[in-house]
């Protein structure tokens, strides 16, 4: 895929999946603005905070004048409802919710034709672990947002969502029961998601919005019980 002199909008691009998203991009030969609380060579700073998606939406389009691809990669914070205060729950989906939607509302303007916008979403949008109601939500929401968004940019821009399941951002391999518990017989990496982001992103993908693809190596298709794939519960005594 050819992504020569597009430019690639990531936030959440300093680690983990956003920083393999924004070297995929690069290395087919995408211009990439990162956004991220962590430092990098773009734009340091939290989404959360209206002024900052504002000013780096202006930087972006005072160096560029215009965008290809949006990636809403950046990660809200885990709180259960154990901990999770009313100012943490508003954060968390300010990450994961507010700053996706009003950062394609700044960009809307300028999107180039052919355009695309993909969210990270998860399967715990789905599915969920106790004590993870402010990721969990957020999840939810961006998913909701990805069809909400197709249907409003219809004709002007591309929106899909990915749900990854279990990714080692560290490109750690696992055996036993971790990997064979997956149908494919792995723990996802990195470059799992980034391919489906290059490929949305592609003119390949160009009959393709309003979807959420799911890449958890068949874990959510698969009924585990106690005893089967090396997993046994031990219940709380």
């Not at 290395?27 to 900052?52: H, M, R, T």
């Not at 914070?77 to 700044?106: Q, W």
């Not at 990714?167 to 792995?186: C, K, L, N």
Request: some cysteine; charged content about 20%.
């Amino acid at each position: 895929m050819d992504f020569y002199d597009k430019v690639a909008v990531i936030t959440g691009g300093a680690k983990g999946i956003g920083k393999t998203i924004a070297e995929e991009f690069r290395k087919n030969g995408a211009i990439v603005c990162i956004i991220d609380i962590l430092p990098n060579d773009y734009f340091q700073g939290d989404i959360a905070d209206e002024q900052v998606l504002t000013a780096f939406a202006d930087k972006v389009i005072a160096e560029h004048g215009h965008i290809d691809y949006l990636v809403n990669n950046a990660l809200p914070p885990t709180k259960g409802i154990n901990e999770c205060s009313f100012d943490e729950f508003n954060y968390a989906l300010r990450v994961g919710v507010t700053a996706p939607f009003y950062l394609s509302k700044l960009l809307m303007p300028h999107f180039a034709p052919n355009a695309a916008i993909v969210n990270i979403s998860s399967t715990r949008s789905n599915m969920s672990q106790p004590q993870t109601e402010s990721y969990t939500a957020a999840k939810g929401g961006i998913s909701a947002l990805t069809h909400a968004l197709a249907v409003s940019l219809a004709g002007k821009v591309r929106v899909n969502s990915i749900s990854p399941g279990w990714i080692d951002t560290d490109f750690r391999e696992y055996d036993g029961a971790d990997a064979v518990q997956h149908p494919v017989h792995r723990v996802g990496n990195p470059l799992d998601i980034a391919n489906m982001v290059l490929f949305l992103c592609s003119d390949k993908a160009g009959f393709i919005t309003g979807q959420d693809i799911c890449i958890d190596g068949g874990m959510t298709r698969q009924m585990i019980y106690s005893g089967d794939y090396g997993w046994k519960l031990e219940a709380d005594n």
